[in-house]
């Protein structure tokens, strides 16, 4: 075995293969290959990886080879996290999920949650360490150093002048070598031209992307400049959908609320069928009377997923691209929905199975307006499946809660079963799986599907046995999507399942309804709507004043507009549009000409007008940026005070 070692570490030619291989690898896992070979991102790729061994090749020492181990095993790690981030998210990591690192590892840890997001092939970007260590050790044990050798030939050229030919030709192409690779670093990683086309190559390119990244949120935040409030507000007032009309103003007025985030439940499941069962029995029941059903409303999350859902939701502010804004501005004053129906003289409570500091909901909440966060430490854990408590005891404590509280109150309710990796113990499990789903993710999640409909059939039925329910608007949304088809299982039996491509029109689609019993009809409306949208059409129903002008959402009750800027999953950049029922899907090297435009009907593909997606994609950047400001700069406390 040994003997087998030696021979394959002189053969110090195998490393460039290897390192060639290896970068196709890291992009086909990423999701990136269709886009990297019209760039030749590749040749990019390959370029830094052999000079980073070529430079550390130049001369024997040991600080050379204990540099060369680190860095390498350094990279490899971040390709191997890079690979496995893509694949869910369609990005790379930033700089910026440093501070997420905490809430990544408490999803992590919660059940075969890597398992069912992680592509094994990610393994790839780590298995040829030790060949390439190997090679590179053996290749030092008696090199002095490229210059060195030629100094040394020039002095015996007469002598020896194949040496010296062959040390010239070595320098020339060291030479060659670090110098394209450093004005290509500079060139690419900088990008001192503000130009496109690097623009282009760094949102594919591996080593340029993350220094540009490190520039971009590192360096440019500290230059922070100056902010022109009344700018913000003019651009606002010009791109920010715009409702006008009274209908159903005031209906629910001096109700209680009940807001119910449903962790990970898409929109194909409501009304839907599997094999012979309804999926969504209780939901189904309830669109049925005294509701109205928004069929196209999509997810307008960010990197923060969950927690990004209810920021957007509870304060019709987007999220981006960066960090979780319960962290970022956790410390920003708020008007969202809990203070303002505080100033109507409600309760404002939120209620979740989990741990408080998850997504650092126990500091965010306070600036929130929440008065009470009852989380696992307040809550008895009766019944625990996957992270939490289980939704069906998570209400019926909540109710226990509730009706102890002076009327009218407001409950923020954030389910929990549904997630990720859709864990169940076969004794709560009421849907018969076909054989083949029994182990899949897909057969899990329709059956955690199930339980949470169960579970929302055991709510109503506990708000009527104690006299809240006739009194109270339910209003229930998704947080975000929970078939993700950047993984290729899901996308395949998706696709079977829906009985056409699984595509992004679906994926994003997540339900929102509200019900308020008494209103005497029902109704589905296919208004294009968002998380974004929730709040203000909130403030309708329940005749509730904003009291600041940063909305950038829209009452969905009195509008045919709708449109909606996209963060995560699709791209910044990407947006739906309802005057056309349109996503459009930012390219992945982030330009309108690669991007892809679907029907939010049936998900088919059209052509697009480059022009009218490019004013559409910059509406939508806008959108993003405007919002950024305003809590970068804390602009909602220069109208409100707590």
Avoid at 396 to 420: G, Y
Wanted: charged share 20%; aromatic share 12%.
């Amino acid at each position: 075995m040994r003997t087998t070692l030696d021979s394959i570490a002189k053969k110090h030619w195998l490393v460039y293969p290897v390192l060639i291989i290896k970068t196709f690898l890291f992009y086909w896992v990423a999701g990136m290959l269709d886009m990297m070979i019209v760039y030749e991102v590749p040749l990019l790729t390959i370029l830094f990886f052999l000079t980073l061994y070529e430079v550390f090749s130049m001369k024997e020492s040991r600080v050379r080879r204990s540099a060369f181990t680190t860095i390498y095993i350094f990279l490899s790690v971040l390709l191997f996290m890079d690979a496995a981030y893509s694949s869910y998210f369609g990005r790379y990591l930033s700089v910026n999920q440093i501070y997420q690192l905490g809430s990544l590892a408490q999803i992590a840890t919660g059940g075969n949650v890597v398992e069912a997001t992680v592509s094994p092939l990610c393994v790839l970007m780590l298995i040829d360490i030790p060949f390439v260590i190997m090679w590179y050790r053996s290749r030092n044990r008696k090199k002095t150093g490229m210059v060195d050798s030629f100094v040394k030939a020039m002095n015996t050229r007469k002598e020896k002048p194949g040496r010296f030919v062959g040390n010239l030709l070595s320098l020339i192409f060291h030479t060659a070598l670090y110098t394209t690779a450093i004005c290509s670093l500079y060139y690419y990683g900088f990008n001192p031209q503000n130009l496109r086309s690097v623009q282009r190559v760094n949102h594919i390119e591996i080593v340029t992307y993350h220094i540009n990244d490190v520039l971009v949120n590192v360096a440019g935040k500290m230059r922070r400049g100056q902010v022109d409030e009344k700018e913000i507000l003019s651009q606002m007032k010009q791109i920010v959908p715009a409702s006008e009309g009274d209908f159903l103003h005031g209906a629910a007025k001096g109700r209680n609320l009940i807001l119910i985030q449903t962790e990970s439940m898409n929109d194909f499941v409501i009304g839907a069928q599997y094999n012979g069962q309804e999926i969504t029995p209780n939901l189904n029941q309830l669109l049925n009377q005294d509701t109205l059903y928004f069929d196209h409303c999509y997810s307008t999350t960010g990197v923060g997923n969950t927690a990004d859902a209810e920021f957007s939701t509870l304060n019709s502010l987007y999220a981006n691209d960066e960090r979780e804004c319960y962290r970022m501005f956790v410390d920003n004053t708020y008007n969202g929905l809990p203070w303002m129906l505080r100033e109507k003289g409600y309760e404002a409570m939120a209620f979740h199975g989990y741990i408080k500091t998850f997504w650092n909901r126990f500091e965010a909440y306070k600036n929130q307006g929440f008065q009470h966060y009852y989380s696992e430490e307040e809550l008895e854990m009766t019944e625990k499946e996957g992270f939490g408590l289980t939704d069906k005891e998570m209400f019926r404590q909540a109710v226990d809660i509730l009706k102890t509280k002076k009327q009218p109150f407001f409950s923020f309710m954030i389910t929990l079963t549904n997630h990720i990796p859709y864990e169940l113990d076969s004794s709560r499990a009421s849907l018969k799986l076909k054989p083949e789903d029994k182990n899949s993710l897909f057969g899990h999640y329709l059956q955690t599907i199930r339980y949470t409909d169960e579970a929302f059939g055991d709510l109503i039925r506990l708000l009527k046995e104690n006299g809240m329910y006739d009194n109270t608007m339910i209003v229930i949304y998704g947080d975000h999507q929970g078939m993700n088809l950047e993984t290729r299982a899901v996308r395949y039996k998706m696709s079977e399942f829906l009985g056409k491509e699984y595509n992004y029109e679906e994926m994003l689609n997540i339900p929102l309804l509200f019900h308020i019993p008494g209103l005497g009809e029902h109704r589905t409306i296919h208004t294009v709507a968002g998380e974004v949208d929730i709040m203000p059409t909130i403030a309708n129903l329940m005749d509730l004043d904003p009291g600041q002008p940063y909305i950038f959402g829209h009452d969905l009750l009195n509008t045919d507009e709708g449109f909606i800027a996209q963060v995560s999953y699709i791209g910044k950049g990407s947006y739906i549009s309802g005057n056309d029922h349109e996503i459009f899907k930012i390219g992945k090297d982030g330009t309108v000409e690669s991007g892809r435009l679907l029907s939010t009907y049936d998900g088919s593909e059209k052509s697009f007008d480059a022009v009218k997606a490019g004013a559409g994609s910059e509406r939508s950047r806008r959108l993003i940026d405007l919002c950024q400001e305003v809590l970068a700069y804390n602009l909602i406390a220069n109208h409100v005070h707590h």
